[in-house]
């Protein structure tokens, strides 16, 4: 077997709009572990959010969410890994998005925060699964009351001011943060040290892959450290132009299996 990890991005990679997994990428993912591959995913979702699926498809081992902030057992849910955002440098973002009048929600300790609920907020509970909590405060004054170092901090906006927020948040915090898209209309900001590729890097290390052995699949720019990193890289022919410039390989889009239609070409025939 040429390549022996599969790391998988999960929206618009693995799922579409449905939020389920097909029966063909369903299938080719159980076959490429039963022909002796490892398969992961590397989301910037919520861990508590992603574990459900891995725990529905039958996956064991480690799963990587929030870009890689954080590292857990499947099975057991337990954190192996995690790297917060510095609480004061959580503060002086939260202040930079409230002055501005951008709304965002800000994780930690599994839940995803918000000052007071809305549309947006709302319509994320259905997309994570997970139940928002309300700070009832300004989420700036909230992680400074409660000291929180925040695995992230998102932004979610209008399509068309997405790439303004982006560099504009780029711009003030680029040298502190690791900041960027994962769709459209989602800023994601973590850790200055994290992202997808040292993730996956690190997962690598720790298992004895080499980079040459490893497809990273994705569709945004968050994806893109990974996609440079793996031997094979792949892009969604659905994903962000800059992540489809990156990568070795563009993919079918993700509504017509294009993660099935990867792992059967170069998962399992090689």
């Keep these: 077997m040429k390549y022996k990890l599969i790391v998988a991005d999960f929206d618009d990679t693995t799922v579409g709009k449905d939020l389920v997994i097909s029966d063909d990428n369903k299938k080719a993912i159980l076959s490429y572990i039963q ?11 919520m861990t508590e959010s992603i574990l459900p699926y891995a ?12 870009q890689g902030a954080e590292v857990a057992d499947i099975e057991s849910g337990k954190v192996l890994f995690t790297n917060t955002i510095n609480q004061n440098i959580a503060e ?5 998005l409230e002055k501005n009048g951008w709304y965002y929600q800000l994780y930690n300790g599994g839940y995803f925060w918000v000052e007071k ?5 709302r319509h994320y509970e259905i ?8 700070a009832g405060i300004k989420l700036s004054s909230f992680v ?14 209008e399509m068309s001011q997405s790439p303004i927020v982006l560099n504009e948040v780029r711009n003030k915090f680029g040298d502190m943060l690791t ?4 769709k459209p209309t989602l800023v994601e900001i973590v850790a200055n040290d994290i992202d997808k590729g040292k993730a996956v890097a690190s997962y690598a290390n720790r298992h004895g892959f080499k980079k040459e052995e490893i497809i990273c699949i994705g569709d945004g720019l968050s994806d893109i450290p990974m996609i440079e990193y793996a031997g094979l890289g792949v892009a969604m022919e659905n994903g962000d132009a800059l992540a489809k410039q990156s990568a070795k ?4 889009p993700c509504d017509e299996n294009g993660l099935a239609f990867i792992i059967n070409k170069y998962g399992l025939s090689s």
């Design 179 to 182: 900041i960027n898209r994962s």
């Design 92 to 96: 002086k973002v939260c202040l930079f």
């Design 249 to 252: 390989v563009i993919a079918p």
């Design 127 to 134: 997309f994570s699964g997970v139940t928002m909590k309300e």
């Design 144 to 157: 400074r009351e409660n000291s929180i170092s925040p695995l992230k901090i998102m932004v979610i906006l």
């Design 117 to 121: 609920a809305n549309e947006y907020s």
């Design 35 to 45: 022909a002796g591959g490892a398969f992961i995913f590397c989301t910037g979702r």
């Design 55 to 66: 725990r529905k498809l039958g996956l064991k081992g480690e799963i990587m969410g929030y």
